[in-house]
T-cell receptor, first 115, second 106 residues
Framework: DADVTQTPRNRITKTGKRIMLECSQT?????MYWYRQDPGLGLRLIYY???????NKGEISDGYSVSRQAQAKFSLSLESAIPNQTALYFC??????????????FGPGTRLTVL | KNEVEQSPQNLTAQEGEFITINCSYS?????LHWLQQHPGGGIVSLFM???GKKKHGRLIATINIQEKHSSLHITASHPRDSAVYIC????????FGKGTKLSVKP
């Protein structure tokens, strides 16, 4: 089983709809991240969380919100989707200690299309 | 100006060739990461380094902190190495380059 999973893997929605992307991990990591990837651009950080009670805005948080329901779960919401939020979204995790300290482990990605 | 620049943007090689992908950055960093994005979209971490050189199989990553430059080398390239290779620098959180798309022809 994959260590970092994302649901759904693909989603087509309409402008104005609320949508939630979910991320779960079995790695036991305390840190979780949401990124978006657009063609021709590097990955950009939307939100990150260093533990259940810690939520931080990233570079491009406008139009997004997140919820860290448990150490293993981190959800990204688009309250009112717009076409320029069409992108590939990645969840990632990292450990604040241990042998893999600061190495990031990525989920498989969610391809979101907003019509 | 982008804080992380990769070159080349696209690279086509013949199987067996030695490949070099470069990454230059303009900010102070605590570490540099090389990632591989498969054609299906999945991303895996290849290396994380803060000095010197690391080797894993046919892949070698080097970093020169003074020159703010890192290279990823692939020896004896193979079509299965075809992917996008992404450089990212750690300055608190990660700052990503735009990636280098590598295609290795048989």
């Amino acid at each position: 089983d994959a260590d970092v999973t994302q649901t759904p893997r693909n989603r087509i929605t309409k402008t104005g709809k609320r949508i939630m992307l979910e991320c779960s991990q079995t790695k036991g990591h305390d840190r979780m991240y949401w990124y978006r990837q657009d063609p021709g651009l590097g990955l950009r950080l939307i939100y990150y969380s260093f533990d259940v009670k810690d939520i931080n805005k990233g570079e491009i948080s406008d139009g997004y919100s997140v919820s860290r329901q448990a150490q293993a779960k981190f959800s990204l919401s688009l309250e009112s989707a717009i076409p320029n939020q069409t992108a590939l979204y990645f969840c990632a995790t990292s450990d604040s200690g241990g042998s893999s300290y600061n190495e990031q482990f990525f989920g498989p990605g969610t391809r979101l299309t907003v019509l | 100006k982008n804080e992380v620049e990769q070159s080349p943007q696209n690279l086509t090689a013949q199987e067996g060739e030695f490949i070099t992908i470069n990454c230059s950055y303009s900010v102070g960093i605590s570490a540099l990461h090389w990632l591989q994005q498969h054609p299906g979209g999945g991303i895996v971490s290849l290396f994380m380094l803060s000095s010197g050189k690391k080797k894993h199989g046919r892949l070698i990553a080097t970093i020169n902190i003074q020159e703010k430059h890192s290279s990823l080398h692939i020896t004896a390239s193979h079509p299965r190495d075809s992917a996008v290779y992404i450089c990212a620098v750690r300055q608190g959180n990660l700052i990503f380059g735009k990636g280098t798309k590598l295609s290795v022809k048989p």
